[in-house]
C-alpha cells in the first residue's frame, strides 16, 4: 500500500480548485465502517477529525496465502506531522514523518509565481500521469453512500475510488500478481469521534523509520520539482515507468526481481509465523 500512496502523490496533490491540505472535506468528524474480502478477510474502521487533519485506522482480519492463515490487528494513527503505525500482534510500532509534510515544505519554499505554477501542473498532470502508469483518472465515476466518487486507477486491475476532490476512499479493488483484495465503505457516520480512538496502545513503543522518512521527503521533493516544471523532471524516480502501446505497464528486469523477492520474504514471513 505504500507504493500506491508514493504514486498517487503527483495525482492527488490538487483537489478542485485547491491544494489537497487546503482543502476542507465534506465532514469535520466521520467513523466510516469498511467490509474487507479476498485475501485478507474482515474490517477497518477509519476515525476522522479536525476536517481528515487527524485520522486513526483500525484493521483486524484474517489472510489467507497458499492456505496458510495469519491474524492482522493493526493501528494506523496519522496527523499532519506523523503516520504512527502499529501492529497488535508483533506488538512493535514505527513512526514516520507524513509524506504530505514534505510536501507543504517544498511548496512553502517556492516564491508566489513557482507556486502558482504547482496549481497549474497539478491541475493538468493528474490525468496524464495515471496514464503513463496504465491506468485512468475518471472524476464522479461512482455515487458510494451519498458521496460522489473519482475513480483512479495505477496498476492493471486495481482502482481505488475517493470522495470527489479528496483522499478519502470509499472503496479499494486490488489484484496484483493473482491476488485479490476489496474493501467497500459500509457505512459513514458524521458524529463527533471520541479522544480515545486516538490514544496510542500502551506497552508498545513507535520506532522512527528513518528508511521511509527518506524515502517520502525524495518523493514529495520530486512530485513538487514535477509539478512546478515537468519538463526538467521527466527522467526522475517519481515519473511513470516507460509503457508499452496500449498504455501497459512494461516492468524492467530489476523491478521484476525485485518484486519476486518481496513476495518470497513475504511467503518466508508467512511460513515462519504458521511454524509458530
Not at 469498511?34 to 481528515?52: H, S
Not at 490487528?73 to 506531522?81: C, E, F, V
Not at 502558482?116 to 496514464?131: I, P
Not at 500502551?202 to 522518512?213: C, K, L, R, Y
Request: one cysteine or more; glycine letters at 6%; charged letters at 25%.
Amino acid at each position: 500500500m505504500l507504493v500506491v500512496v508514493f504514486l498517487l502523490l503527483p495525482v492527488k496533490v490538487f483537489a478542485g480548485n485547491e491544494l489537497l491540505w487546503e482543502k476542507q472535506l465534506p465532514f469535520k468528524d466521520a467513523t466510516i465502517h469498511y467490509v474487507i474480502k479476498g485475501m485478507e478477510e474482515g474490517k477497518e474502521t477509519l476515525y476522522v477529525r479536525e476536517n481528515g487533519k487527524e485520522r486513526a485506522t483500525y484493521r483486524e482480519t484474517v489472510s489467507n496465502m497458499m492456505g496458510m492463515k495469519m491474524t492482522n490487528s493493526t493501528i494506523t494513527i496519522k496527523n499532519p506531522d506523523y503516520i504512527y503505525s502499529y501492529d497488535l500482534q508483533k506488538q512493535e510500532g514505527f513512526k514516520a514523518v507524513n509524506p504530505q509534510k514534505y510536501m507543504i515544505e517544498e511548496y512553502n519554499k517556492l516564491s508566489r509565481a513557482e507556486q502558482e505554477r504547482v496549481r497549474e501542473g497539478a491541475k493538468k498532470m493528474g490525468a496524464a500521469y495515471t496514464e503513463g502508469m496504465g491506468g485512468a483518472m475518471q472524476p464522479n465515476a461512482l455515487e458510494i453512500l451519498g458521496y460522489s466518487c473519482d475513480k483512479v486507477e495505477i496498476m492493471d486491475g486495481s482502482a481505488t475510488y475517493l470522495i470527489h476532490d479528496t483522499d478519502v476512499t470509499l472503496k479499494t479493488e486490488m489484484n496484483i500478481m493473482g491476488m485479490n483484495l476489496t474493501m467497500v465503505a459500509e457505512s459513514v457516520d458524521k458524529a463527533k469521534v471520541d479522544d480515545t480512538f486516538f490514544q496510542h496502545p500502551q506497552g508498545i513503543t513507535a520506532e522512527v523509520n528513518s528508511q521511509s522518512d527518506e524515502i517520502a521527503k525524495n518523493m514529495a521533493t520530486q512530485a513538487i520539482a514535477m509539478l512546478k516544471d515537468p519538463e526538467s523532471t521527466k527522467n526522475t524516480q517519481v515519473m511513470a515507468p516507460k509503457t508499452v502501446p496500449g498504455g501497459k505497464k512494461q516492468m524492467s528486469r530489476e523491478e521484476k526481481e525485485e518484486m519476486m523477492q518481496q513476495m518470497e520474504q513475504m511467503m518466508k514471513g508467512l511460513q515462519e509465523k504458521a511454524a509458530q
